[in-house]
């Protein structure tokens, strides 16, 4: 393969040495298939401009890569389901392009939601999300959750450990009542329904499993709730822990875990949020003095 020829394409970083087995012998990732995917990919939506996606830069369109195997007919519809939810989510989102991690400091301080940094994963290897949803308050504009899927999704180009490794959903219900979960309703149907529709349909991560704690016996109302919003796919992968720590710490070690979760960190989920906040700022900061 000339050098040029890669030098058009294959413009994203190389992965990290650790993920370098766990890509080829999971994904089908070699430097070849990179190539070769990027390139066919740029020469599809050569032909079919009308199709393109709204970014084309190499570090994007290998999140889709990796989630369809190198298998570029399907990275394609899932790109192309990306675009659709984008258009069908234009008047909540607006301009994607202008969505920042600042835009989130007061929704992400609630603390009902956390992100783990890399170095935090499941015994599988799986980046970690915390749900803790008797922290949440009533949104006063609930489209922000849409544009909070955006920004994780931008973020996420810069990520190949979630890219390679994909993500679990650890989720506590204990202190959460009844009253809670039924208000949760009071988010339109419509928002709920569009961002079950980005994790299933265009998220290019694969969503390995969604595990749930501490679940009190009104349980069965939330999963009623969400159970319909589920595809066939992700429903075997919610698995119902109880509240015994040895369920969980076998999936994850514990200490890796903040206190809510029945582990012994302290932080959960900050030091990821104010990392993505000092790199944006530095992207930022670097653009300007590029112009």
Sequence with gaps: MAANAASRFDTAPPLPADLLERAAVE?????QSREDGLRALHEYYDAHPQERPHRMDAPYLLMFLRHAKFDTAQARGRLDAMERWLRDCGDEIGDVTKIRGT????LYGQGFMGVLTSDRRTRD????????PHKMVPLQDPSLL?????????????DPYIQVCGQVIVESVEHYSLFQALRFRQVPREVTQKNLRF???CMPFRLRGIWVTHMPAWVGVLLAIVRPFLSSKLRPR???LGSSPSELAALVDLALLPRELGGSHADAGQEWFRAQLRAEAEAAEGQGEAE
């Design 103 to 106: 835009d989130f400091v007061e």
């Design 199 to 201: 994790a299933q349909e």
């Design 27 to 31: 994904l089908g990732e070699t430097p």
């Design 146 to 158: 849409l544009r909070w899927s955006v920004w994780v999704l931008m973020r996420g180009v810069h």
């Design 238 to 240: 919610v698995r119902l």
């Design 125 to 132: 290897g799986s980046c970690i999300h915390l749900l803790l």
